[in-house]
């Protein structure tokens, strides 16, 4: 069992070569991590395209730490104007705790916010399986397409950016 200080994490904004680096690791630990190819979304694209498809203008990565070892991370794109998708939230076996799927999830929620996206999407997919809970939680609508991540019909989280005063009431709960 492992005891970890929350107090001890921080979450870190992905711009050097070295934390591109440490994501294109993450995401690929991810994608071996699930049960199902990730062909479908073009991820060896993605993967090849870290650095461009998460800095700005087109998106955004953190990665979270906790006494200096690397523990998880969240993309975040923008997909069309107002609406941002959460990419590859994903935290690593030992840290699987809700408490890091959540900070995670709420500096993906804070950076849309502050961006002026009017909604975001998740593509279950795209998470580490224990994280859709926590969409619920937070707050996060199941919806089928149409929308902006999936033509085939399949469900994918939505939250609808409210004002700041509700979110963080609503992530502190």
């Known amino acids: ?40 979304q073009s991820f060896l694209k993605e993967l090849s395209s870290v650095t461009e498809l998460y800095s700005a203008p087109n998106g955004v990565a953190f990665i979270l730490t906790q006494n200096n070892n690397t523990i998880g991370c969240v993309g975040i794109r923008e997909v069309k104007p107002g609406v941002a998708v959460v990419k590859r939230l994903y935290l690593r076996s030992d840290y699987k705790r809700p408490h890091f799927g959540k900070k995670l999830l709420k500096v993906a929620i804070e950076w849309s916010r502050q961006k002026g996206m009017r909604k975001i999407q998740i593509d279950p997919d795209d998470i580490h399986q224990g994280i859709s809970k926590l969409c619920i939680e937070a707050g996060f609508s199941e919806i089928t397409t149409p929308n902006e991540l999936t033509t085939t019909g399949r469900k994918c989280f939505e939250f609808k950016l409210s004002s700041r005063t509700e979110f963080s009431a609503m992530m502190a709960s």
């Open 1 to 40: 069992m492992h005891i970890h200080d929350f107090k001890s994490t921080s979450i870190t904004l992905v711009k050097s070569e070295v934390d591109f680096d440490r994501l294109k690791l993450l995401f690929l630990e991810f994608a071996t991590s699930i049960d199902f190819d990730l062909c479908y």
